[in-house]
């Protein structure tokens, strides 16, 4: 009998790796320039491509609310209509970067349950939404960011970082107290499986980033993660397969406590520091810049 988590499960076990020619022809011309030549590299290895290109990038960014949240519950609802219309900072950032912008909205009008007192997805509600989270590749990027706009989003990762790598709930949180109460409710339904964690204690959209995050894998598309929530999806995918974010590049750190201390522990060094503590994919729409730089070390490129 098959397991809502089933689907999830097998890819992560098939996971497609870089394509180590193409890396290998981009890191000759590219050598000499530090971590642009890393970059260059690791599009080379992700695209199939010895030489990279980014002109298709999009921004995926997930709309979503938590009951309890410290910031109101609309006002993921107010950023999801600025966002979708266009407007704000992202939308004039993203002109300029030439990046496509999809919203996708998770139900903001109905905030997950508080995870200190119950899960915050059953088990299916949290596979169709790593399903859902999929539907960022269907324009075909060849670069893609993830990222959300949701209310106490970080709040639930910080408690979802804790779950997987332990330490203290002022490690990873602001809110200690509510942590600590969150991951004692988890652990005492005997969750340790990083999907099980996710559907406990994650947002809509931490799951739908994850599910993001695997499709790109599956589809040679390499990813900028944009703040804590985006790092966290991606760790409890690593958590279930090592490897599983190696297509993908911290971009940014985000002022969130337990940010420094999550990329270590997943083996990333963000691309930026810029200081935001909350970006709505505006945080990584410079790295784009960074990106077509690194591509230029290229012959015949610049």
């Not at 599009?43 to 999009?58: S, T």
């Not at 938590?66 to 107010?78: F, S, V």
């Not at 040679?220 to 190696?246: E, H, I, R, T, W």
Request: with cysteine.
């Amino acid at each position: 009998m098959t397991q809502p988590f089933d689907d999830i499960k097998a890819l992560l076990a098939d996971l497609p790796g870089p394509d180590e020619q193409a890396a290998a022809a981009a890191s000759g011309p590219a050598a000499g320039y530090g971590r642009l030549t890393d970059w260059a590299v690791w599009l080379a290895a992700w695209q199939g491509r010895p030489r990279p290109q980014v002109l298709r990038p999009i921004a995926a960014i997930y709309a979503a609310a938590h009951r309890g949240a410290p910031e109101p519950e609309n006002a993921a609802k107010t950023r999801l209509e600025v966002l979708a219309a266009g407007e704000g900072m992202i939308g004039a950032a993203a002109r300029v970067f030439g990046a496509g912008v999809e919203v996708f909205d998770l139900a903001v009008d109905r905030p997950t349950p508080d995870a200190a007192v119950s899960p915050t997805m059953s088990e299916r509600e949290c596979a169709a939404t790593l399903a859902f989270g999929m539907e960022a590749l269907a324009k075909t990027p060849d670069l893609l960011i993830v990222g959300e706009t949701a209310a106490g989003a970080d709040r639930a990762a910080g408690a979802l970082a804790m779950a997987l790598f332990g330490g203290e709930a002022a490690d990873w949180n602001a809110n200690a107290e509510w942590t600590d109460l969150a991951v004692a409710r988890a652990r005492e339904t005997g969750a340790v499986e990083p999907l099980e964690l996710l559907r406990q204690l994650g947002g809509r959209e931490t799951a739908a980033m994850a599910g993001a995050i695997v499709a790109a894998r599956t589809q040679k598309v390499p990813v900028l993660l944009d703040g804590f929530s985006a790092c966290v999806a991606g760790a409890v995918l690593q958590a279930v397969a090592p490897g599983a974010l190696d297509h993908c590049q911290a971009v940014q750190l985000t002022t969130s406590p337990g940010h420094a201390r999550l990329l270590a522990r997943i083996g990333k060094v963000a691309m930026m520091d810029l200081g935001l503590t909350h970006s709505d994919g505006l945080g990584a729409l410079p790295a784009i810049g960074l990106l077509r730089t690194a591509c230029t070390l290229q012959p015949g490129r610049g």
